[in-house]
């Protein structure tokens, strides 16, 4: 998959292609990129159910032509008896991974929905909510068609998954893995998602369905309340920003690590590499990796409990500082402890240039594992990475934020050109939009063609504990050599592996042409018209 889709009305990219489809008819019945996002994201949380849910989180970056871009943080906070305390008297010196006691914040996805819409409400008369989330609906009802990668996590994460409260009813049809290509149907999700088209969005916190929720939430053992439910808002608040080549970068501000994504891409342009695809990108990349790994995994977390603005670390002489640590032959050791995480990016732009990066999780493969039965909603499991710890990074507190590895992406090139790209993929999001963006931005490669290339990742993805320079096989063996003899620690793996993330981009050109890419490792598929 190399060429690069275009056209001239709208494009929307995402790794399903149904959820593609969805998001392009809403454009082709007058939507904004906006409601085709969110009809994206509803989708998605139908036909990928591994990756994404409403019971998750999700960030957004949207641009306006002639405004400058807003993020909107629809992440949620740990309820309000979440504590030290609360894990201690249940004997738990460190905070389970799946079952009810990792459900332990509200999941703000929906308000994040929310948000944009009444972003997109200003630009042309909205669509009715029904029209938005109908083909996700449809989908839940009469079934979606199960992926290769659902069955592989459905088998691999049985044993993990099968207990926890409503998971096997919902995904393990006669408590065996679905089988790819097989049917099944989402009944409960479909009715939630029909409440939401009828009461609202905010009804998920404050309304009828708010209540069905925290029931569902009390009946599987989870510490969120409806008191919990009800004190959430998403927020807008402003993108971190860095310029890099002839280009103003745009990313997400903590509790993410968008300032990762922004430093590799800063420290790598002050390296002066003219070519890629040898040593000098790949190494160059990858070191500057190290080097914005280890501010952010010291910094980076709730903003309310930061040291400093993270915009901050941006700073030009900070960055120059942190670049000439690199050495451009060597390889820093690292034993860096990695993140995990799996997640759904996707993009639109509309006819009118207003473009739309959205990133949304439920953390692990199918989040905590548990599903509310009355409302078919699998529930995030993002504040297990909170420590149980008094203070200090990401220590655990009522009513604060965890550490995300979630983070959209955006650029204005000064040619005119605007682009949005991201990925899935936990620790290997940051990495994979540096390769795919210094492909395409900085060394002239196709859009598709920079997103299908090989691709590395420092640490890890998908629940794997090997922190090695993992490099996909349809690299050059001499390159590879070369890497080992710098001191990387190189594990080769298959040529196309979702390890590598489920990246996508979409380019708007000043002529008004749309460029559009979706990954080949995902089930995606980057549609225009």
């Known amino acids: 998959m190399l060429n690069t889709p275009r056209a001239r009305q709208g494009m929307v990219t995402s790794p399903h292609h149904l959820a593609s489809q969805a998001g392009l008819q809403v454009l082709r019945d007058g939507g904004t990129a906006a409601e085709a996002a969110v009809a994206v994201a509803a989708a998605l949380a139908v036909v990928y159910p591994h990756m994404t849910g ?17 993020a909107i943080d629809a992440c949620g906070a740990a309820g309000a008896a979440v504590d030290l305390d609360f894990y201690r008297r249940q004997g738990h010196a460190a905070i389970p991974w799946r079952g ?15 948000a944009a819409l009444a972003v997109s409400a200003g630009w042309s008369t909205p669509l009715p909510l029904a029209r938005i989330l109908r083909d996700a609906i449809d989908y839940a009802e009469d079934g979606i068609v199960v992926t290769a990668s659902q069955e592989e996590l459905s088998r691999t994460k049985h044993a993990e998954l099968c207990d926890v409260p409503g998971f096997r009813d919902a995904f393990l049809p006669g408590g065996q893995a679905p089988a790819e290509g097989t049917v099944l149907k989402q009944p409960a ?12 969005l905010d009804s998920f916190y404050r309304g009828p369905l ?21 004190r959430h808002r998403a927020h807008r608040v402003t993108p971190l920003t860095t310029r890099v080549g002839a280009a103003q970068l745009f990313n997400f501000p903590p509790p993410t690590q968008g300032l990762a994504s922004l430093m590799i891409l800063a420290l790598f342009d002050r390296l002066g590499v003219r070519e890629a695809e040898g040593f000098d990108h790949i190494h160059g990349l990858v070191e500057s990796t190290k080097q914005a790994f280890l501010v952010r995994d010291r910094e980076v977390g709730d903003p309310a409990y930061m040291r400093k603005p993270a915009q901050e670390f941006l700073d030009p002489a900070l960055l120059d500082e942190l670049a ?10 690292w034993p860096q402890p990695p993140s995990a995480g799996d997640t759904v990016w996707l993009g639109v732009i509309d006819g009118q240039g207003r473009a739309v990066s959205l990133i949304q999780s439920v953390y692990f493969e199918f989040g905590s594992g548990v599903v509310l039965p009355d409302t078919g909603i699998t ?23 965890p550490f995300h590895t979630l983070n959209p992406a955006m650029a ?15 620790e290997g999001q940051p990495q994979t939009q540096a390769a795919v963006f210094s492909r395409y931005a900085l060394f002239g490669q196709g859009l598709q063609a920079a997103v299908t290339a090989p691709r590395w990742l420092l640490g890890r993805t998908w629940g794997d504990q090997s922190v090695s320079l993992k490099l996909e096989s349809r690299f050059d063996p001499a390159l590879v050599q070369a890497l080992r003899e710098a001191g990387h620690d190189v ?25 559009g890419a979706t990954d080949p490792r995902s089930d995606g598929a980057a549609l225009g018209w």
Do not use: C
């Not at 949207?62 to 405004?67: N, V």
């Not at 999700?189 to 009461?199: H, N, P, Q, V």
């Not at 149980?388 to 604060?400: C, H, T």
């Open 324 to 333: 000439g640590r690199i050495d451009r032959r060597k390889a820093l050791p």
């Open 54 to 70: 409403i019971g998750g989180d999700a960030f957004w970056i949207i641009h306006e032509p002639g405004r400058d871009p807003l």
């Open 210 to 230: 708010a209540a069905a929720i925290a029931a569902g939430l009390a009946q599987a053992g989870s510490p969120v309340t409806a008191d919990d439910l009800a």
């Open 491 to 515: 594990e080769l793996l298959e040529p196309f592996t979702s390890t590598m993330g489920h990246a996508g981009a979409i380019v708007r050109r000043p002529d008004g042409v749309l460029e």
């Open 412 to 426: 204005l090139f000064d040619d005119g050109r605007r682009m949005v790209y991201g990925t899935m993929g936990g």
């Open 379 to 401: 529930w995030q499991n993002r504040g297990a990475s909170f420590r149980l710890a008094e203070d200090g990074w990401n220590a655990l507190k009522p009513g604060r934020k």
């Open 189 to 200: 999700l479909a009715g939630t998602l029909r409440r939401l088209a009828a009461e609202g």
């Open 100 to 114: 009810p006691l990792a459900a332990n914040t509200v999941a703000g996805t929906i308000a994040g929905w929310e």
